[in-house]
C-alpha cells in the first residue's frame, strides 16, 4: 500500500479518495473547502493544511479540481517541488486538452511522470468505484499510474500520448450530449404521430435507433431502467457539466479546424436550457424545453 496524496474532495473527489482509503492507502487529503476535507477524515483519508503538505512524501498525487485554471495553479504552486521527484501525478479533473498538454510538459521538464486521467461515471460511480479513467501519457507513465486508477474504477484505458484522456473524454461527451438531444426530439415526435413513447422505446431499443440515452439512459420516464427521468429529473449528470465538457469540444475542435455541427448544436441547445435556471437538473431534462415545457 502507498502514501497517496489527494487534492480537490468535491462531488467526484470525495467518493475516489474514499475508496483510495479503503483500498487501504494513506490518503493525504486536502480541499479549500473545510467541510469537505471534514468528510475525508471521516471517510478514513488524513487531512493536511495545505496541497503542498498532501503531496509530502507521496508515490502518488491525485488531483479532481473543476477546471483548468485550478489544475494549472495547483500543479505550479503546491506539486512540483513538494511531491517527491518519483511521484507519479495523476489528474482526474475534466480541462481542455491544451491546459493538460501544458501541465504534462511542465511535469516533464521538472523530471516527473505524469498522466491526464479524465472519467466517465458521475457521483455514483466515484462513490461506488466503478469510474472508467481514460489516460494520456507515456506507457510509463500510464503503468504506474493503473493500479491507482484501478482502486477507485472498473475499467482504465490507455489513449496514448498526454492529452489524450481528455480527447477522449470530450469526444465521449460530444456524441452523449448530441445523441441525448436526438433521443429526446423521438420519444417527442413519437408522442406527436401518436406512437405510445412506450412502444417507441420497445421497439427503438431492439432496432437501429438504439443507444446508450435511450437503453441505459431513457429522458422518458417509465421506461427502462431507472433514469432520472423517473426522478423528475434530480441527480444524474448536471445539464452545468454537459454544458462545460461541450464548451470544452468545441473550443477543442476549433483549435484544430474540425467542422462539429451536431457538437456545436449541441452546445447551443444545453447553453439555452441552463441559461433558463436548468444547470443542476440531470441533463436528460432538456426533453422539457425541446417539448415546449421548460
Ligand atoms: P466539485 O466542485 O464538487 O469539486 C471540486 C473540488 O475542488 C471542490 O471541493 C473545491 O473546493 C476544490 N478545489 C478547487 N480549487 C482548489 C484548490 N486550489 N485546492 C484544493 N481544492 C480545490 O466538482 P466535481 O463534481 O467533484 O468535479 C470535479 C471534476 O470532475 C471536474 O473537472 C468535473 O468536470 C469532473 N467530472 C464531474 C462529474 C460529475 O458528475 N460531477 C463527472 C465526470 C467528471
Known sequence: MARVGFIGLGNMGGGMA???????????????SEEAL???????????????????????????????????????????????ALAIL??????????????AASATAKGYAMVDAPVSGGIAAANAGT??????????????AEPFLKDMGKAVIHAGAAGTGQAAKICNNMVLGAEMIATCEAFLLAEKLGLDPRKFYDIASVSSGQSWSLTSYAPWP????????????????????????????????????????????AAELYERFSAAGNGALDFSAIIRMLGGRA
Do not use: W
Open 38 to 84: 471534514e468528510r475525508a477524515g471521516a471517510a478514513g483519508c488524513l487531512p493536511r493544511a495545505s496541497a503542498a503538505q498532501a503531496c509530502d512524501g507521496a508515490e502518488a498525487v491525485v488531483t479532481m479540481l473543476p477546471a483548468g485554471k485550478h489544475v494549472e495553479g495547483v500543479y505550479a504552486e503546491a506539486v512540483f517541488g513538494n511531491a517527491p
Open 222 to 265: 417509465g421506461v427502462g431502467p431507472e433514469t432520472p427521468a423517473d426522478r423528475d429529473y434530480q441527480g444524474g449528470f448536471a445539464t452545468a457539466m454537459m454544458l462545460k465538457d461541450l464548451r470544452l469540444a468545441a473550443a477543442a475542435a476549433a483549435s484544430v479546424h474540425a467542422d462539429t455541427p451536431m457538437g456545436a448544436r
Open 18 to 32: 474514499a475508496n483510495l482509503a479503503g483500498k487501504g492507502h494513506d490518503v493525504c487529503a486536502f480541499d479549500l
Open 90 to 103: 495523476i489528474d482526474c479533473s475534466t480541462i481542455d486538452v491544451a491546459t493538460a498538454k501544458r501541465v
Open 131 to 144: 469510474l472508467t479513467f481514460m489516460v494520456g501519457g507515456a506507457t510509463e507513465a500510464f503503468d504506474r
